[in-house]
């Protein structure tokens, strides 16, 4: 009989975890494009656009910890198969629904759904690989994300486009998001001890509860991953809607998200590499620099201009998390890295709630471009948090 070897294991398990993350984050990035459809066909103003993100938000922030926290007892599988299942659900019950109301409600239920994904899969991988392997598993695992929702948004907007009812385009995805959970059941299965399953508690017995090295520290990193995840969620969740309000189509709003995706899929491999030839720190601090400038020309300059620097704007705005979620292992004990990781998504998550909500209410009382103007300011103050973050002489004691 054929035995399967631990590169196999390591394999499957890649496998599985970079899919699962692609397909959640690409459930979630659909939020971009398909807000403002859902804004003209339910009459929705910009703080209804930002409570329905921050609905399904708030169910994944909720439940990011005690996700994690119940993994350790069940075993990561099949949570992470619960968590595919049920997004697919709220995916299809947004599809059908009619109402204001039935549509908030399925956002929570997907929400929930994301809430068993990001720290059970870096759990799994994090006991799954070790030393460098580690690391490259887990920017496997970030890629995949983004290739996820570019992949995700860019069908949505060309079956769209080819005159696939939004519904229809929206419950294939579900429903494939729903058989690929089967697959990913087998995949894990078949890969190596989970952490779920393993007995050695006395791994993880020794410090902190949650392994913080430095409290300071660990809270100014949080602050950093707020700020910059706040101005990437509002970045995002109003790109379309200012694209429309520069006189563009909705096929043209829906290819610029797209676009942004793609430049930040493509910053966060960049941005990995500029973190190691000149530090966290400078990175970080070049980044936020630019991506004021982007913002500031998504604002003034025309519609035809703007919609060729996307890319670019996409890859700076999105690139500096490579940095910051690269920063956590620096500040958690290895035995705790799962914790810190869902700490960390916490905060991101907490602040992709609370950022549309407020820039929504904003955008509705002083316009959007005064929304964006803010969210320029707010990437300079995130600026000083960089502090935190490690030098070049740093990295290369620790590499």
Request: hydrophobic share 55%; proline share 3%; glycine share 12%.
């Amino acid at each position: 009989m054929r035995r399967t070897g631990p590169q196999n294991y390591q394999r499957n398990t890649l496998i599985a975890c970079c899919g699962a993350h692609a397909i959640q984050d690409g459930l979630v990035a659909l939020h971009y494009v398909l807000l403002p459809i859902l804004a003209q066909t339910f009459g929705l103003n910009y703080a209804q656009v930002g409570l329905l993100r921050g609905l399904g938000y708030t169910a994944t922030v909720l439940l990011e910890i005690p996700s994690g926290l119940l993994a350790e007892k069940t075993g990561e599988r099949p949570l992470i198969l619960f968590g595919l299942i049920c997004a697919g659900l709220g995916y299809l019950g947004i599809a059908f629904s009619h109402t204001f109301l039935a549509i908030a409600f399925f956002f929570l239920v997907a929400g929930i759904g994301a809430g068993f994904q990001h720290s059970l899969s870096s759990s799994v991988l994090v006991h799954s690989f070790e030393g460098a392997g580690r690391r490259r598993a887990l920017g496997h695992y970030n890629s995949a994300g983004d290739g996820g929702k570019l992949g995700f948004t860019a069908l949505f907007s060309v079956a769209v486009g080819a005159g696939i009812g939004w519904n229809w385009t929206v419950v294939m995805m579900a429903v494939a998001a729903m058989l690929f959970a089967l697959l990913v059941y087998k995949l894990i299965h078949s890969g190596v001890p989970l952490h779920g399953d393993s007995n050695d508690a006395s791994s993880i017995a020794h410090g902190s509860r949650w392994g913080v090295l430095s409290t300071r520290r660990f809270s100014a990193l949080g602050c950093v991953v707020f700020l910059d995840s706040t101005i990437q969620a509002v970045f995002l969740t109003f790109l379309a809607f200012l694209l429309i309000h520069k006189g563009g189509s909705e096929l043209i709003a829906t290819m610029g998200v797209v676009l942004a995706l793609g430049g930040g899929m493509v910053g966060k491999f960049l941005c990995g590499y500029l973190a190691v030839r000149i530090g966290d720190r400078a990175t970080f601090v070049l980044i936020q620099l630019l991506t004021i400038v982007g913002i500031c020309a998504l604002i003034l300059l025309p519609l035809s201009i703007v919609v060729m620097l996307l890319p670019l704007i996409g890859l700076v705005v999105q690139g500096s998390s490579t940095v910051t979620y690269g920063a956590v292992a620096d500040f958690v004990a290895p035995q705790r890295q799962a914790r810190g990781y869902a700490l960390i998504y916490s905060v991101s998550n907490g602040a992709s709630i609370a950022g549309p909500l407020l820039f929504g209410m904003l955008a509705d009382r002083g316009g959007l471009e005064l929304a964006m103007w803010i969210l320029a300011l707010l990437a300079l103050i995130t600026i000083p948090f960089a502090a935190v973050l490690a030098r070049q002489d740093l990295l290369q004691q620790t590499a």
